[in-house]
């Protein structure tokens, strides 16, 4: 089992920025592709970011692409997703997500198949 606590949402104007972390505890994290989705209200959960174990591959949805950066520090457990020139459109509840697949296969398949959820933290982006 991998627990995740996702922290860092807020309350942000338009064209700020905001960094969420998610911390992990139980099994081992760094054998885990870490990944960001967000939900807004009325609309199915969708794929933000992904970063292979190793940091060696990262993966964005594209209405993030150039704005927003995943990375992890291993030592710490901890993965993050800096989210800079936010808008309105980014509002949403923002999850963190392990799964022992790819980057890009994270990004592609149902979320209902991703392995490890958190619970969550909001992030609303006013105009």
């Known amino acids: 089992q991998v627990q995740l606590v996702e922290s860092g949402g807020g309350l942000v104007q338009a064209g700020g920025s905001l960094r969420l972390s998610c911390v992990a505890s139980?099994?081992?994290?760094?054998?885990?592709?870490m990944g960001w989705f967000r939900q807004a209200p009325g609309k199915e959960r969708q794929f933000v970011a992904a970063?292979?174990?190793?940091?060696?591959?990262?993966y964005y949805a594209d209405s993030v692409k150039g704005r927003f950066t995943i990375s992890r520090d291993n030592a710490k457990n901890t993965v993050y997703l800096q989210m800079n020139s936010l808008k309105p459109e980014d509002t949403a509840v923002y999850y963190c997500?392990?799964?022992?697949?790819?980057?890009?296969?994270?990004?592609?398949?149902?979320?209902?198949?991703?392995?490890?959820w958190g619970q969550g933290t909001h992030v609303t982006v006013s105009s």
């Open positions: 997500a392990a799964d022992s697949t790819t980057p890009q296969v994270m990004g592609a398949i149902p979320s209902r198949l991703i392995d490890y």
């Open positions: 139980g099994r081992t994290f760094s054998s885990y592709t």
């Open positions: 970063i292979s174990w190793n940091s060696d591959s990262t």
